[in-house]
């Protein structure tokens, strides 16, 4: 067995694990919101931090923040003209799905046990960017749609909320330790290791604890059209980043899993603060989750990443 398929299966079988757990009753869906508040401020900035903190940062790391707002800007804008005739409520949550990816709570784990601990930092900065996106343009333009173009963005309240996102903090501060060359103690990085480690498995048991196989049939058509956007887009720039790249650049392997992971989870909390239907954005997550899981053991496997 290939060391893709082993880290594809155990993944799957966690995520399986937390899906059996909800469906018999041991653990409810609801109950999954307070074990991503956990990991949003325990273990997840914990691997941020020391992801930063180790890694040789060079010149070329800091393209990939810029690489994901002009991939994940070009799947925006082809869904904003496409969705252009849809009532407000169903183009928002559409429009909204295009933009963003679930890069911290699905990418992390299978991009550590691919390609080791030491390739998260290009995961943690094709991250940066993705934040970027998710709230200084996917939630605006959001917000833009919900009030029918006529409320102003209010800019303040979005980079508050950007600048307070423990992960993002952690992402700086590490990144400040790093080019200050700021000595950490032993003890305390070892203690942040340890709670960095127990992030890959916490994570997959949530995401199946948030799996569901309930589709919303009506609106099938038009959950179609945004799959399509993301991994049309995807496979191009899958085509791009393989044959543009040095073959033995890990770089590489990483960003062409990056470009097909499943749609960003801001989508749900999103779409309830702006009254749009949460039914499509929970449909379209599990959707893509499903398709994306597929994709990504597949490309793995065929070109061979390491």
Same mark, same amino acid.
């Given at each position: 067995?290939?060391?893709?398929?082993?880290?594809?299966?155990? #993944?799957?079988?966690?995520?399986?694990?937390?899906?059996?757990?909800?469906?018999?009753?041991?653990?409810?869906?609801?109950?999954?919101?307070?074990?991503?508040?956990?990991?949003?401020?325990?273990?997840?900035?914990?691997?941020?931090?020391?992801?930063?903190?180790?890694?040789?940062?060079?010149?070329?790391?800091?393209?990939?923040? =810029? /690489?994901?707002?002009?991939?994940?800007?070009?799947?925006?804008?082809?869904?904003?003209?496409?969705?252009?005739?849809?009532?407000?409520?169903?183009?928002?949550?559409? #429009?909204?799905? %295009?933009?963003?990816?679930?890069?911290?709570?699905?990418? /992390?784990? @299978?991009?550590?046990?691919?390609?080791?601990?030491?390739?998260?930092?290009?995961?943690?900065?094709?991250?940066?960017?993705?934040? @970027?996106?998710?709230?200084?343009?996917?939630?605006?333009?959001?917000?833009?749609?919900?009030?029918?173009?006529?409320? %102003?963005?209010?800019?303040?309240?979005?980079?508050?909320?950007?600048?307070?996102?423990?992960?993002?903090?952690?992402?700086?501060?590490?990144?400040?330790?790093?080019?200050?060359?700021?000595?950490?103690?032993?003890?305390?990085?070892?203690?942040?290791?340890?709670?960095?480690?127990?992030?890959?498995?916490?994570?997959?048991?949530?995401?199946?604890?948030?799996? *569901?196989?309930?589709?919303?049939?009506?609106?099938?058509?038009?959950?179609?059209?945004?799959?399509?956007?993301?991994?049309?887009?995807?496979?191009?720039?899958?085509?791009?980043?393989?044959?543009?790249?040095?073959?033995?650049?890990?770089?590489?392997?990483?960003?062409?899993?990056?470009?097909?992971?499943?749609?960003?989870?801001?989508?749900?909390?999103?779409?309830?603060?702006?009254?749009?239907?949460?039914?499509? %954005?929970?449909?379209?997550?599990?959707? *893509?989750?499903?398709?994306?899981?597929?994709?990504?053991?597949?490309?793995?496997?065929? =070109?061979?990443?390491?």
């Amino acid at each position: 067995m290939t060391q893709a398929n082993h880290v594809f299966i155990i #993944t799957l079988s966690i995520i399986a694990l937390g899906f059996l757990l909800k469906k018999y009753g041991f653990v409810k869906e609801e109950e999954g919101k307070i074990i991503s508040k956990f990991l949003m401020h325990t273990t997840f900035p914990a691997l941020m931090l020391v992801s930063m903190v180790r890694v040789e940062l060079t010149p070329s790391l800091f393209l990939l923040p =810029l /690489f994901c707002i002009g991939f994940c800007s070009l799947m925006l804008t082809i869904a904003w003209f496409w969705f252009g005739n849809y009532s407000n409520e169903l183009r928002g949550v559409l #429009t909204m799905g %295009a933009g963003t990816a679930n890069v911290g709570l699905f990418g /992390f784990p @299978i991009i550590e046990g691919l390609f080791g601990k030491e390739a998260l930092v290009y995961a943690v900065m094709y991250d940066i960017g993705n934040t @970027i996106i998710a709230f200084g343009i996917v939630y605006p333009l959001g917000s833009y749609i919900a009030s029918s173009g006529a409320q %102003a963005v209010d800019w303040r309240m979005i980079l508050k909320r950007v600048f307070s996102l423990p992960p993002f903090l952690a992402m700086f501060v590490g990144l400040t330790i790093n080019l200050l060359n700021i000595p950490v103690p032993k003890l305390m990085m070892d203690g942040l290791d340890v709670l960095a480690s127990a992030n890959k498995s916490l994570v997959l048991l949530l995401m199946g604890l948030y799996l *569901s196989f309930a589709l919303d049939k009506n609106k099938l058509k038009a959950i179609s059209k945004v799959l399509a956007i993301r991994y049309v887009v995807g496979f191009a720039a899958v085509a791009a980043l393989y044959f543009l790249l040095p073959a033995d650049s890990q770089m590489r392997s990483v960003l062409i899993v990056c470009v097909l992971l499943p749609i960003g989870l801001t989508i749900l909390p999103f779409s309830d603060e702006m009254n749009f239907d949460s039914r499509i %954005a929970g449909t379209l997550l599990n959707i *893509s989750l499903l398709i994306s899981f597929g994709l990504m053991w597949g490309v793995v496997v065929v =070109l061979g990443l390491r």
